[in-house]
């Protein structure tokens, strides 16, 4: 992990814990996680559905600083895309859950 993206961790989970939308406990598992599943910091909080997306750009515009425009959803574009957002998080949770299962199991 690259010395910037420390930092902007770091600056991402003093953010999210001092708006109360995690837990200093959870802010160190979802470091824990990043470090054994190599998934970033905030696509573990997004995969854990501790936060959304547009509470990540809400509080941490900085991690979109590399995009050149602003992602425009309406209202009917979210509705359709939360059976596409589900489908996904299974996705993450069942990736994590095999990364977690294969962590575990070399462990003993």
């Known amino acids: 992990m690259s010395e910037e993206s420390t930092d902007k961790d770091l600056k991402l989970i003093q953010v999210l814990i001092d708006e109360k939308l995690i837990s200093a406990a959870q802010a ?27 509470t990540l750009a809400r509080v941490a515009p900085w991690l979109n600083e590399s995009h050149s425009a ?7 574009e979210d509705r359709d895309s939360n059976s596409h957002g589900d ?3 299974q996705q993450n949770l069942k990736r994590y859950r095999q990364l977690m299962h294969k962590i575990l199991d070399g462990a003993e």
């Not at 470090?35 to 501790?50: D, F, I, K, N």
């Not at 602003?70 to 009917?76: N, Q, S």
């Open 28 to 54: 160190e598992l979802a470091k824990s996680d990043g470090e054994v599943s190599g998934m970033t910091l905030a696509e573990v909080l997004l995969a854990r559905r501790w936060v959304n997306e547009q």
């Open 87 to 89: 489908a996904v998080y």
């Open 70 to 76: 602003p992602v425009v959803v309406t209202a009917a």
